[in-house]
């Protein structure tokens, strides 16, 4: 079966015992597929780009729930009826 590998980094789990902050290393910060019989076991993230991933997620789910609540209905107003309104709330100074 083959199985796609979505890193740019392999190693090997015996090379992940040997020297596991090495295999870190040689991805240059990018996630490394570890691989076992060439199958992809799982992918070691560095702290910093897992960081992201986890921001980036966060972002996704609050935009939903964002859009999710979005159901209030838009008016049109022109900026010259804006500044009407303004100056009519303001108070007059003495």
Not at 4 to 26: Q, T, W, Y
């Amino acid at each position: 079966m083959n199985h796609i590998i979505h890193s740019r980094f392999v190693a090997s789990v015996s090379d992940l015992k040997k020297n596991p902050m090495e295999v870190v290393g040689n991805g240059f910060g990018e996630a490394v597929a570890i691989l076992n019989r060439n199958n992809p076991a799982f992918y070691c993230v560095p702290a910093e780009m897992y960081e992201k991933l986890m921001d980036l997620i966060e972002d996704k789910e609050l935009l939903k729930l964002a859009e999710q609540v979005d159901d209030t209905e838009t008016v049109k107003v022109s900026i010259n009826d804006l500044r009407t309104r303004v100056r009519k709330e303001r108070p007059k100074e003495v």
